[in-house]
T-cell receptor, first 111, second 109 residues
Framework: DVKVTQSSRYLVKRTGEKVFLECVQDMDHENMFWYRQDPGLGLRLIYFSYDVKMKEKGDIPEGYSVSREKKERFSLILESASTNQTSMYLC??????????FGSGTQLSVL | DQQVKQNSPSLSVQEGRISILNCDYTNSMFDYFLWYKKYPAEGPTFLISISSIKDKNEDGRFTVFLNKSAKHLSLHIVPSQPGDSAVYFCAFTGNQFYFGTGTSLTVIP
């Protein structure tokens, strides 16, 4: 079974803090994604990566950056956390574009 | 521009009856159509999919229907069970994945 592991289930941070969300997948997938889920807005794509060292902006990249130094690891960085970044963050991986495998999610609260 | 729409934010169904969740899309170039199920505080899990060359796919209690001329996707759950209560997202793939806003299904015992 594919396993996508997100480092934290719950995080509480202060406004202005730099926040790192880590994601690791164990199936050698080329593609990795970061989404956020908010009530009534569905899943919105923040960033994605089709290979090591490459990244592409999704629909809502503002206030975020990403890092993919190794194939299995894709990190999401909030450079200076703000209250409107309080959300559920979901990492996912895939082979091609047939099916996404999601991690358990990180519920981030920014106070 | 929203390419994928789930117009019903919520749906309540009696246990044992049929649940029908709907999704509309605008882009004719999608390759695969998928449904995901999500419980609170968990990541979405894949439920069922259908390729653009088919119009029906069945897996146990779950059936997905694709109407390409109407650009409409639906998920039927028969019979519905209380454990089916969750948020359901439709998704479409082309060069990336596009998700709907979700429908919260409540199955009443």
């Amino acid at each position: 079974d594919v396993k996508v592991t997100q480092s934290s289930r719950y995080l509480v941070k202060r406004t202005g803090e730099k926040v790192f969300l880590e994601c690791v997948q164990d199936m050698d997938h080329e593609n990795m994604f970061w989404y956020r889920q908010d009530p009534g807005l569905g899943l919105r794509l923040i960033y994605f990566s089709y290979d090591v060292k490459m990244k592409e902006k999704g629909d809502i990249p503002e206030g975020y950056s990403v890092s993919r130094e190794k194939k299995e690891r894709f990190s999401l960085i909030l450079e200076s956390a703000s209250t409107n970044q309080t959300s559920m963050y979901l990492c996912a991986s895939s082979v091609l574009t047939e099916k996404l495998f999601f991690g358990s999610g990180t519920q981030l609260s920014v106070l | 521009d929203q390419q994928v729409k789930q117009n019903s934010p919520s749906l309540s169904v009696q246990e044992g009856r049929i649940s029908i969740l709907n999704c509309d899309y605008t882009n004719s170039m999608f390759d695969y159509f998928l449904w995901y199920k999500k419980y609170p505080a968990e990541g979405p899990t894949f439920l069922i999919s259908i390729s653009s060359i088919k119009d029906k796919n069945e897996d146990g209690r779950f059936t997905v229907f694709l109407n390409k001329s109407a650009k409409h996707l639906s998920l039927h759950i028969v019979p519905s069970q209380p454990g089916d209560s969750a948020v359901y997202f439709c998704a479409f793939t082309g060069n990336q994945f596009y998700f709907g806003t979700g429908t919260s299904l409540t199955v009443i015992p």
